[in-house]
């Protein structure tokens, strides 16, 4: 028993050391040869001695209850000294673990073994590791976290993250209404002419100084675009009242009616132009500068954010409200009756609900759009400068909607980018 015990013993060592299969088996079969050699020498002792009698087969027996085969045992006493031959021997192969698990193979060791080797090592220590995550909780925070990080990639994507928002005006900002802080920005501090979204202005300021609306205004020849040469359906002399001009002006940009409405200002078109300014001043509006009230100027320049500021404002007129998003109208003009239409399509979209707009266009700004939308049951004003082509402005609009749809779907607020 105590030789079997030693075999299991040896086994366990050489496995645990190292050894390759062959060694093992080898091993193996030489401690079950020399276990087999001290059976048969202990059954011929057996034999040679004489027929117990009943006294003797008492003291075999209390023998046998005290470990009687202890001949055999004495016989096998040596054994502890081929353990331990057997031990230095592998522990000189352990010393040159470290250069197998470094790619050197130890003497006497096949690479095949040695890659073995190296995989059980490293499944029993990621199995070690697991328990020891187990054990402290680790593990299940582990997994809450993983399965965290791929809830917040899944979002990214349904939101479509800002990085990877297709937003192709060279300006763009989407803020809330309120001024809060901006949910997505584009070169927004970027001083840009802004064509006709300078009519807005122009709008604030005939409202702020309370003209009687129904008063008739004459188109002049003062009126007329000869910087750029744009048309108009207003003709020279045509006479419309007040409230027509600034329809006409937000509806469908019209410069003409815009012009009339600045040069009928008290004090001329030179007072009005600085009342713009003092107008932009009181808003907060410290990088932008008017000098027409159409917009036809380049020299009529602002930022995203300063424009975002004046649409806010702005959204609190009812009649620039009203007028900006009419998507279209009939005016008696010399006695005919012409029809205009809005120059922003989306006002006559049913997903959209827009509550203020205004489109500008000439070849410095590029093309322009302003609005103040309800969009994911949000008030926010979108600004779009510089955009090139004639519906990107119109695109960038509905991507910026359906980016922020989605993150109300997903069940998150719009992040700040």
């Not at 190296?118 to 187990?134: C, G, N, P, T």
């Not at 002049?220 to 359906?233: E, F, K, N, Q, T």
């Not at 900006?324 to 009939?330: L, N, Q, V, Y």
Request: positive net charge; aromatic residues 4%.
């Amino acid at each position: 028993m105590r030789i079997s015990l030693g075999a299991a013993v040896l086994l366990g060592a050489l496995v645990g050391t190292g050894l390759t299969s062959t060694d093992v088996v080898r091993a193996a079969e030489k401690t079950k040869g020399k276990s087999e050699l001290a059976k048969g020498k202990a059954a011929t002792a057996g034999q040679k001695s004489a027929a117990p009698t009943v006294a003797q087969k008492g003291k075999g027996q209390a023998l046998a209850h005290k470990g009687g085969v202890e001949p055999v045992a004495r016989k096998g006493a040596t054994k502890p000294v081929a353990t331990r031959s057997k031990t230095e021997s592998v522990a000189g192969k352990a010393k040159s673990a470290p250069l197998a698990r470094q790619g050197v193979a130890a003497p006497g060791v096949s690479k095949a073994a040695l890659r073995a080797s190296k995989a059980e090592s490293d499944r029993l220590a990621q199995s070690h590791k697991a328990a020891a995550l187990l054990e402290s909780g680790g593990y299940s925070r582990g997994v809450q976290r993983k399965n965290l990080t791929r809830v917040i990639a899944g979002n990214v994507d349904l939101w479509q993250d800002p990085g990877q928002l297709a937003v192709h005006s060279g300006s763009a900002l989407v803020v809330p209404q309120d001024g809060g802080e901006p949910l997505y920005e584009k070169n927004a501090h970027a001083v840009v002419p802004i064509a006709s979204i300078t009519k807005v202005m122009t709008a604030m300021v005939v409202l702020d100084s309370q003209p009687n609306l129904q008063a008739p205004i004459t188109i002049s020849d003062d009126d007329v675009d000869y910087l750029r040469g744009s048309r108009s359906r207003l003709q020279v002399g045509s006479v419309i009242p007040r409230e027509t001009a600034l329809l006409l002006a937000l509806m469908s940009s019209e410069n003409r009616a815009a012009n009339a409405l600045g040069r009928h200002y008290p004090g001329g078109l030179t007072a009005f132009v600085a009342a713009m300014n003092r107008k932009a001043a009181s808003l907060g509006m410290t990088r932008s500068h008017f000098e027409d009230p159409t917009g036809l100027n380049s020299n009529n320049v602002s930022t995203a954010h300063d424009l975002a500021r004046m649409v806010a404002a702005a959204h609190r007129y009812p009649l620039i409200r009203e007028f900006s998003t009419t998507s279209g109208a009939r005016a008696e003009i010399n006695g005919r009756e012409l029809g205009f239409h809005n120059t922003n399509q989306l006002v006559s979209s049913p997903t959209w609900e827009i509550g203020l707009s205004k489109t500008g266009y000439i070849q410095e700004a590029g093309k322009c759009l302003v609005m103040q939308a309800r969009v994911a049951d949000k008030p926010v004003v979108i600004v779009l400068l510089d955009s090139a082509g004639k519906q990107t402005r119109i695109g960038d609009a509905n991507r910026i909607k359906r980016w922020m749809e989605s993150a109300s779907l997903s069940g998150r607020g719009p992040t700040r980018v």
